[in-house]
Each structure stands twice: as C-alpha cells, then as structure tokens.
C-alpha cells in the first residue's frame, strides 16, 4: 500500500461537469494546477510536425484577450507563480504552480491564457524560432546522448505518427503558420479532451470555477489519428552518425513492445528491467558489467518505457503516457579510438574504440536473462527493491498528481499502488516468463553517435561481425581478474544479426 | 500597494515553528533541530509531514576547491566514486546488495566546495541507513584494483559532459577568471588529470583520512522522524568516529585588473554571449551577495525592460538571465544570454552594460526592489514540499557557512537590500577589471574580442 496515499482523500468530481478531475486537497500552501490534454504529437499534420509543442508552448508564452505576456510576467512577478507546457507524443500538459496566497489573483491572470490565448504574431515567431534552431542544431550539438535518443525514435517508429520529435521537423516547423496554431488550438484543446488535477490548499468553490471555465473551451471531441503500425525490424540496424574529434560513441537501442502500464505483463516486466538495467542506478546488470567490473563509461541502463530527461532526473517525472512502447538499452559514451589512442601509447593503431565491445556485452546479458531467468534470490531482492522504490516516484504533491493523471490515460485508478501491490504478488515464474517472452536480441534499431574516423571501421566491424577485443589500458588490464577476462573473450564474438549499418551526417537528421 | 504589505508580512506568514523548539522567524517553516556530538560531528534534524519517507543528507565540506595540490584536480569528485567501492563489512558487492534492498533512491554528487551523499527512503530504514552510511564514512576499504577502475568511469563522466559547447565554455570560463584559486578548474578536474587518477592510490588514502572526519562532516535527516531518534542513530554509529587533524591553506585569488576573454569557436551553434564578473563570498555577515541576487532577478528577469526588449519586441536574442553561484571563496557572477545571431553580439553587449551602468548611477525604484524581494522568497517557499529538497536546501547553508540556521538570516538579508545598496555593490563588482568575457560563435575568438571592443 502506498502510505503517502493513506493520509489523502481522494474525491471524485461532482456530475455538474463533464471533464474529469483528480483532487488531492491538503494544507500545502503550495497549489498545482495541471490540466492535461490528451493531443500530442502524433496528432500533428504531415508536413506540419511539431504544431501541437509549437501551440502548447505558445499558449505558455504568449498573452490573453485581457494581457499581453509581458503583462502576465510584470503581474505574477511578486508571486513568484509560474506555468509551462509539456507535450509528448499522446499528450499535452500545463502546470501551473502558486502560492495559495495568491491563488485567487493568480487564476484570474492566467486563466485568459487557456481560454482565449492571444497567438501574438510575435510571441508566435519568437517561440517557432526557438523551436526550430532547436531542431536543426542545439539537439545535434548539446548532448550526444538525447541526440541519440531522438534519431533512434525516428528511425524505430518511421512511417508512424511517433515518427517525428515533439519539437517537429524542420520543414515541418518551416510550414507552420500562426492561422495553423489557431486551428489547431480550437481543434485539439477542447472541453471533452482534457483531464484536470489539482493538489493543495483550495476551496471547492474555486475548483468548480475552473471546471467552468474548461467547460467554455470547445466542446467537440477531436478524432485523434491512428498511430500506425509500428514494426519489428529484420535483423539488427545500426545508424552511425558521425562527428568530428568525438571523444565518445553515445549508444541507444530499441526494439517495439505491445505491453504499456495496463498489461498483466507489465509489472513482471518492471522486475525484469530493474534487474537488468534500472535507471541510474549501480546494482543492476548491465551497470555492474559495463561500468562497474570494466570502467567504460558512466552508466548503463534498459528501459521498457519512455524516461523523460534521463540525463538529468533520477527520479521519473510524469506527462507522457504512451500506447506504444519499446524495450530500450541506453549505453552511456564509451570511449572512441582517438580518445583511447591520446592517452595509452599500448593501444596505438586501434581503430575502433569500446562501441561494438559495449554493444555485444549488453546484448549477451539481454539474452542470456531471456534464456536463464532470474534466480530466486535476484528475483526477491528486486521485487523488494521496487516496491519501496515506487513509492519514491510520488514525494511531492505536484508527482502525486503527475502519476495519477498518468494512471487514468491507462485506464486505471493509481499506477504506483497498484504496480507494488501487483509486485507483491508476483513469483518467480511470473517474471522469467516474462523475460522469456519480451527480452530478444535478434532484431532492434541501433543509433551510435560517434567519432568522424570511427564511423566506417565501426560500420565494417560491426556489418562483418568482426571480433571486437575489449581494448584495456595497460593500468587497468593489470587490476582485473580473471573472470573478467573469460567472459571478455567470449562476448568479443558475440555474434550479433547485423542486417544493416547506414552512416548518417547530422545534418540529414529531422528533417 | 498590497504587493508591498505581502512583503513586509512574508516572514509570518511561513513561520509556523514547532511547539517544542521556538524557532526564529524567518522564510524556513519548519524547526531546524541541530546537535553536535563530541567528535564534532554536527546532527541536524528537520521533522516533515512525509508519511513513511525520510531524506538522509551527508555533507562533507571538500569539493574541487580545496583540490590545491598540482595534478590533483578532479578528486574530490573521484573520491565521490570510490565511497561507493565497500568496506570489509559491506564488499561493493555486498554493499550493492543492502543499498538496493533498502529501496532507497541514493547517490552523491561533488561540486566546488562541496561533496554530498543523499539516499531518500522509506522511513522504518533509517536505522539501516545509519548503518551503511557510518561503516563506509568511518571504514571505507577498496582495493588498488578497483581504484584503478573506478577511474575510467570519470573519464566516461566527462566524455558525456563535454560534448556540449556550453561545458566547454564553463570550464574554459573557470579557467580564464581565476589564475591561482583552485575554481580555476571544475569539479570533474582536467582532462590530464583524470587520466592519471588510476597512479594515484596512495594519495587517495590520504585523501580519506584528511576529509572525511566529522569535523568536515554534517548529518541532515528530513522526514517522518523525530530528533530524538535521529540522535540516538547518531550517537550509536557515528559516535566513535575520530576527529582529524587536516587544514589547508587556499590560494587567494590577485586582484583581476583587466577584461579577460574565454571563447568557444563552434559553428551551427546559437551565439552566445556570457559576462562574468568576480563577485563575492557567500556570508550572512555581508549584504553584497543578497543585494547581487536582487540585482540579477530584478534587472535581467521576464519582467525587466532588457528582457522585454531584447527577448520579446525585438527578438534578437532568445534566452537572458543573470546571477551568482553562492560560494565559500568569491566566485563569479554571470549574465547569460543566448543570440539569435552572431551580428547582433556587440549590441546586446552595449544593452547589458548600460543596464549595468546605471545601476551604478540611479536608485532602482521601490516598488520594483519590493516585488523582487517578494519573488525570491515566494520563489524559495514554493520549493520547500518534500523531505529531499528540504534537506538539499539545508544542505546549501551547511556548506557555505558552517550552520543550515543561517537560511533564515541568509533569506531576511534580501529585505536588508536598499537602492543605495544595489548602487553601491554594482560599483564595487560589476567593472569592467573583473571581467571575464566568455563567448561561443563560429568566428574566432580574436575577431569576436575585436567585435565585442570592450576596452575602447
């Protein structure tokens, strides 16, 4: 049970309104306010990807029929209030955050925004263009890993409404005009497609305003396109896309899944993946392998969802429910050959670096869990693990709100107290079972950005299955035992069904 | 004005002190329960309504800035690495093995003054991470071996940092401000140095037994508990552990007498434009570091006439901010701005300095200076609802000062800040001889400092 929930009451909205709410009443002084539409990008035209982020994030920046931005930013300025968008594939969300000193006031600056947003045609260009140097060059630039990331997404739902980046395409964003963001707003922001939440210290009175006020906002329901079938690959395709003097090869892999946090499957598959690779965190498999016994890189992961902003939270954070997922291995930079080369003259003339090494060792381990299951002390000690760690997922009111909004996208009541509650009862059985049925390595989606002199002979090596010895320094080759060494010699050939490597320059990416 | 009565009020209107300890008025709203055990070591209780969940802060005051010996950058936050590598009690595999059944979320992180070990969990597991968490302070044992290892990690640390322009920037920025204080590098310490880390066993233990005494070192519980409780877990497991003897001198920092210049040449990259002045050491003694966090707010916020201008009618440039790390030593303090387009680089240098120079000449009005002490403070209460950032905020006073009570003087020294103040302290810090000008743009950096033409 999950105690933080004890202490809340939970009340369902009066009928008087058609929109559903989630209250968590308490005397925090701070409240939140999300309201959550169920749009996303996959409700994006073709040719106009990234209009949903686009018209969220201009609802977030622009003025109402009352204000204009500057003036909500001059008004809430003492209040220290603020609010944001937060769009991802299935669905938009805003939060706003006040002190419940300024509640009243607050609500009647913002609630414009929501109603009637003004689109300046300035705010509008402002915000487009943000978006679009984003697109062509910040996420090609700023980190390898979420560059990894986004080219992987592209390339395993290509030919879906998933395809595209939130933030869109470039000649996607290039398209957009301020008229498609009006429409846009009016088609997919309506009464009947939003969810509203709110945690902390307010009265009844001012929750039924809110519910009213929603209730002015159009009243259709908007046809949500169809996702697409997402397909499994034929073998194993790697897109390597180099960059000059990378000291590192960020790699990220997927393969679709048909489970999501509704399936009887899923919570099985939660211990599965904790045991092999749960998100920043050092006892589990893929990080004590990697990381921990060989010292190449800062951490190493698997995932059966979508983790927002991995490189920077710890803890999940909540707003993208997903009906398609994909079992994901997130292998941090390993070191390329011109970074291992500068600084060990003993590994002089290599001329790929950990990559394919890195590669083999996760997929070995994928399998041989797949093959061997978790032994009955791996099982007890994760299933213990993850029904206290869940409970940290939902310390603040604010994620408390977050996942139970998440939890009714799902069709169901209170994500996190029914998965512990589910873990509980789960066997041992249950979950190799699992792992047998949704862990494979024969077919997936590779992306590796990598260094410019790495590319072809990491595309050779790894189109050949040719064998991969783990390159040590001399330092750390003398400090190993010899375990490592004899799984080392096996995983260097580990075969992998390699079916196609493409090399890929940045700059073909999302376009 | 009723913005201004909210202001003068605010300190009531958060303080809600414990029955059992009256506490000082101020922004914090919860009793701070301190004790210092003999050894020195200082115990800090915060009791929080988090039904079964608890923080547990470790704060050791080392960070890259008492890194002062040469070849040695980066250490403190190695050393981070190897609190994780076991004891002869808890084996890193053993230790792997308790960690993960307490379900705890734990890790640490290093920074310049300061290394902090946290693990927020399930309350009933306090007692367990006491245990844990003394064995390996007190005890911590790892092989040569796994030393050796442990340093490729750091390497893989900084290769995922450094592909971003804007960590290349920050450290070449560190690097140009300051000559002979140790904020001359960053936590993660030079490329060089982490590749010589695996020679450096010996030093690593004398690293340990110089820092991580109880003297250095200061517990932080938040959560479902009681004082009492935390207390006696302290004294059970913490209580034997010997004082030290270690200090140090740090390099002070020459006097700066001219502009200085950190450039990233990076194409197909926004522009950016970052000028970094020498600010000050962090004390609630002073009022200069709470009168530049109001000036950082006040005159490069959403709501100043510069934002208005540069971010939202003209758009030429697309993100602008401004403040000061807080910072034993002085360390410096920034505004940030990110450029539509390299062309337009010396005029929103131009904006920014006249923005700065007449906080030097004309009082800032009242009503503003009101609104943005109002801001700060609602800012920081808003962010005070659960165990984890209660105690992180905590954590902050206790690596700056000494004392996580100083919140509350720290937070009322805002209201403390007049008009005459603001113009006084832009006088003092904001010149342009302790400058360091940091830029990113395609060209190079000798045509960007020809561009920029800050000493003509």
Redesign the interface.
């Given at each position: 049970m999950n105690r933080l929930f004890i202490l809340i009451t939970f009340l369902t909205s009066s009928a008087v309104f058609a929109q559903d709410v989630i209250e968590l009443p308490s005397s925090s002084t701070k409240v939140i306010v999300k309201l959550a539409f169920k749009n996303g990008s996959m409700c994006d035209p073709v040719g106009k990807e990234g209009l949903t982020n686009l018209t969220a994030s201009l609802i977030a920046e622009t003025g109402s029929d009352q204000y204009t931005k500057s003036e909500i930013n001059d008004l809430l300025y003492p209040m220290a209030a603020n609010y944001s968008s937060f769009t991802d594939k299935e669905m938009t969300t805003f939060t706003f955050a006040v002190h419940s000193d300024f509640l009243e006031e607050f609500y009647d600056i913002i609630r414009g925004v929501i109603l009637n947003p003004s689109f300046a045609q300035s705010d509008f260009e402002r915000i487009k263009s943000n978006l679009e140097v984003y697109v062509k060059e910040i996420i090609k630039a700023n980190s390898d890993e979420d560059f990894s990331k986004m080219a992987l997404e592209e390339q395993l739902f290509e030919g879906t409404r998933y395809a595209h980046m939130k933030e869109g395409t470039i000649s996607g964003l290039a398209s957009i005009t301020r008229e498609d963001v009006v429409a846009h707003y009016k088609k997919y922001f309506t009464s009947k497609n939003v969810l509203i939440g709110i945690a902390g210290k307010y009265d009844q009175r001012f929750l039924d305003k809110i519910k009213s006020d929603i209730n002015q906002l159009p009243g259709q329901m908007p046809d949500l396109p169809k996702l697409g079938k997402v397909e499994m690959p034929d073998g194993i395709e790697v897109q390597l896309i180099p960059k000059p003097n990378n000291l590192g090869t960020a790699i990220y892999t997927g393969y679709p899944i048909d489970i999501d946090r509704s399936s009887p499957d899923w919570p099985a598959m939660l211990v599965v993946n904790s045991y092999l690779g749960e998100h920043r965190k050092s006892y589990s498999k893929l990080y004590k392998l990697i990381r921990e016994q060989r010292s190449m890189n800062y951490g190493d992961y698997t995932y059966i969802e979508w983790y927002e902003a991995g490189g920077n939270n710890q803890l999940p954070l909540t707003g993208f429910p997903r009906s398609q997922n994909y079992f994901a291995i997130w292998i941090r930079p390993v070191q390329t050959a011109i970074s291992l080369t500068s600084q060990y003259p003993e590994l002089a003339g290599i001329k790929i670096g950990h990559a394919h090494f890195a590669m083999r060792m996760a997929l070995n381990e994928v399998e041989r869990v797949k093959k061997e299951g978790l032994t009955k002390e791996e099982f007890d000690l994760t299933r213990q693990f993850l029904m206290s760690y869940m409970n940290l997922f939902v310390q603040t009111p604010g994620k408390q709100l977050g996942f139970l909004m998440d939890s009714k996208f799902y069709g169901m009541e209170n994500y996190i107290s029914k998965m512990t509650n589910a873990i509980s009862k789960l066997t041992l059985e249950d979950v190799n079972k699992a792992a047998a049925k949704y862990l494979q390595v024969d077919n997936m989606y590779i992306t590796m950005i990598t260094d410019q002199a790495e590319a072809q002979p990491l595309k050779q090596s790894l189109l050949t299955n040719a064998v991969s010895p783990m390159s040590y320094s001399n330092v750390v080759r003398e400090s190993l035992g010899e375990e490592i060494f004899e799984l080392d010699k096996k995983v260097e050939s580990y075969s992998m069904n390699v079916k196609k490597v493409e090399i890929l320059e940045p700059k073909v990416l999302f376009k | 004005m009723n913005?201004i009565l909210?202001?003068l009020t605010l300190g009531l209107?958060f303080a809600c002190g414990g029955k059992e300890e009256p506490k000082e008025e101020g922004v914090f709203p919860y009793p701070i329960q301190q004790t210092m055990l003999d050894n020195g070591l200082n115990v800090v209780t915060v009791p929080f309504n988090?039904?079964?969940?608890a923080a547990f802060y470790i704060v050791v005051r080392v960070g890259s800035r008492n890194e002062i010996e040469e070849g040695k950058t980066g250490f403190a936050h190695f050393f981070e690495h190897m609190m994780?590598r076991g004891t002869d009690k808890y084996p890193?595999e053993k230790y792997?093995?308790v960690?993960?059944?307490?379900?705890?979320?734990a890790?640490a992180n290093t920074w310049f003054d300061r290394t902090v070990y946290h693990m927020?969990?399930?309350a009933e597991?306090l007692d367990k991470m006491f245990e844990l968490e003394a064995d390996r302070f007190m005890n911590l044992n790892y092989s040569?071996?796994?030393f050796?290892?442990?340093?490729?990690?750091v390497?893989?640390?900084?290769?995922?940092n450094?592909?971003?322009?804007?960590m290349k920037l920050y450290e070449k920025t560190y690097n140009t401000a300051f000559t002979e204080h140790t904020y001359s590098h960053t936590t993660i310490g030079f490329w060089e140095d982490v590749?010589d880390m695996?020679?450096q066993y010996e030093y690593s233990l004398q690293f340990f037994d110089r820092w991580y005494r109880p003297e250095y070192c200061t517990i932080i519980v938040v959560g479902d508990v009681t004082q009492e409780k935390v207390n006696t877990l302290a004294r059970e497991y913490f209580g034997e552990w010997e004082p030290g003897s270690y200090t140090q001198q740090i390099p002070v920092e020459p006097e700066q007498t001219e502009t200085r210049y950190a450039h990233i040449q990076?194409e197909?990259?926004?522009p950016v434009l970052s000028l970094n002045y020498k600010g000050v050491a962090y004390s609630v003694e002073n009022l200069d570091m709470a009168a530049l966090d109001v000036i950082g707010t006040l005159a490069f916020?959403?709501?100043s006439p510069i934002y208005?201008k540069l971010?939202?009618?003209e758009?030429i440039v697309?993100e602008l901010s401004a403040g000061g790390y807080n910072t034993v030593d002085p360390g410096l303090w920034s505004v940030d701005a990110v450029l539509?387009k390299k062309e337009d680089l010396t005029k929103v240098k131009n904006e920014i300095v006249s923005v700065l120079e007449k906080l030097k000449t004309e009082p800032v009005d009242s009503l503003t200076l009101?609104?943005?002490k109002?801001?700060?403070?609602?800012?920081y209460?808003?962010t005070l609802?659960?165990?984890?950032?209660i105690a992180n905020s905590l954590a902050w006073f206790t690596w700056l000062t000494g004392d996580p009570a100083d919140v509350n003087p720290g937070y009322a020294n805002y209201d403390k800040v007049t008009p005459e103040i603001i113009m006084e302290v832009a006088n003092k810090y904001l010149v342009d001889d302790k400058l360091t000008v940091a830029t990113i743009s395609p060209d190079e950096q000798v045509e960007v400092i020809e561009e920029l033409n800050f000493d003509r």
């Open positions: - | 913005r909210i202001v209107l988090s039904p079964g969940i994780f890193k792997g093995e960690l993960k059944s307490i379900g705890a979320a890790n927020t969990g399930n597991m040569e071996a796994d050796k290892v442990e340093a490729g990690a390497k893989g640390e900084y290769t995922k450094f592909s971003s322009p804007y590749v695996p020679n990076e197909n990259f926004p916020s959403e709501r208005k971010v939202e009618e758009r697309r539509v009101a609104q943005t109002s801001h700060l403070k609602y800012g209460a808003m609802d659960n165990p984890d950032a």
